[in-house]
């Protein structure tokens, strides 16, 4: 590669430089396929220097798995005020159109490795490395037709064959949401091994153990409704009406009323509609439609 500025110049379609222009194009709407990573620097950045070329490295070296986008934050500080970035260097990935993970400053290249791995495993592009798949599968397919403890019972004993399963740990976890044993379900969670404890899908069992808890306290429906078409601008009523909704199974509602009150105020309440947002998302299967499409509207507006 070319030195160009103090950062090396990308010259394949796995490493790009991206700007406001075709953010959207390279980045949001790439990741809807394949995971993104974005590498915010400027030509005066020392560390900058350093980190570039390792997380090129990184890239090349998975092989198509996971892509990246350098932008330099002297030219397009839009996107970096938009994504907070504060200092650099900074990097984020992106899966699905979101933010799944990053990191701030120069790290070792055993910790970029691991980085890039993550996010690879993240976007499902990791094989599986035991021969337990097809039970994982059967016990999943129990806990969707509502066989909750069967499903438990399944899942426990592959952690007795490989305890750092993490399928089987979330699925362990979401069968005891089924059940509406949440304290089990957390201490389930909170017993994963610290290895797999940021595991996509030990992430996913969180948010779904979240948005249980949050069911507990939801408002009715029809009263909180009522409420938002008497005053839509009443901003609680319209995120407890997301709550309530998402609560009583109506998932896509849930996530339209929230993506109307980011459109409304999008800092109101610390940003609570977007956040809320995410955890619905992670608490989805990554290829649900109503999470596909749910990212993709929230990108459209945070990017616009």
């Not at 075709?22 to 974005?38: G, R």
């Not at 690879?120 to 806990?143: F, R, T």
């Not at 969670?189 to 979240?210: D, H, V």
């Amino acid at each position: 590669m070319l030195e160009l500025g103090g950062q090396t110049q990308p010259q394949t379609d796995l490493i790009k430089d991206v700007s406001e222009a075709d953010f959207m194009t390279e980045v949001v709407e790439a990741s809807q396929t394949v995971p993104v990573i974005v590498d915010f620097w400027a030509p005066w950045c020392g560390p900058c220097k350093t980190l570039g070329p390792q997380l090129e490295a990184a890239v090349t070296k998975a092989n198509g798995a996971v892509k990246m986008a350098k932008v330099n934050v002297d030219e397009n500080q839009m996107i970096a005020q938009q994504l907070r970035v504060q200092s650099i260097p900074m990097v984020y990935a992106f899966w699905q159109g979101q933010p799944i993970d990053g990191f701030q400053g120069a790290v070792p290249g055993s910790e970029i490795d691991a980085f890039v791995n993550r996010v690879v495993q993240a976007a499902g592009g990791a094989e599986g490395d035991s021969g337990l798949d097809e039970a994982i599968a059967a016990a999943q397919e129990m806990l969707e037709q509502g066989a909750a403890a069967d499903a438990a019972q399944t899942f426990a004993a592959i952690l007795q064959e490989d305890d750092k399963n993490a399928a089987a740990y979330a699925g362990l976890v979401s069968s005891h949401i089924a059940m509406d044993d949440l304290e089990q379900a957390e201490a389930i969670l909170n017993g994963a091994p610290a290895e797999i404890s940021k595991a996509p899908e030990l992430e996913a069992a969180a948010a779904q153990l979240a948005l249980a808890r949050q069911a507990a306290d939801a408002g009715p429906v029809s009263e909180l409704r009522e409420k938002v078409e008497a005053n839509p601008d009443d901003h609680q009523a319209r995120f407890d009406l997301a709550q309530a909704l998402h609560a009583s199974g109506q998932t896509q509602e849930a996530v339209d009323e929230l993506l109307e009150l980011f459109r409304r105020d999008r800092e109101w309440n610390d940003a609570a509609a977007k956040t809320q947002l995410f955890t619905i998302f992670d608490a989805l299967k990554p290829s649900d439609p109503v999470a596909q499409a749910g990212r993709r509207k929230l990108s459209s507006m945070i990017f616009a």
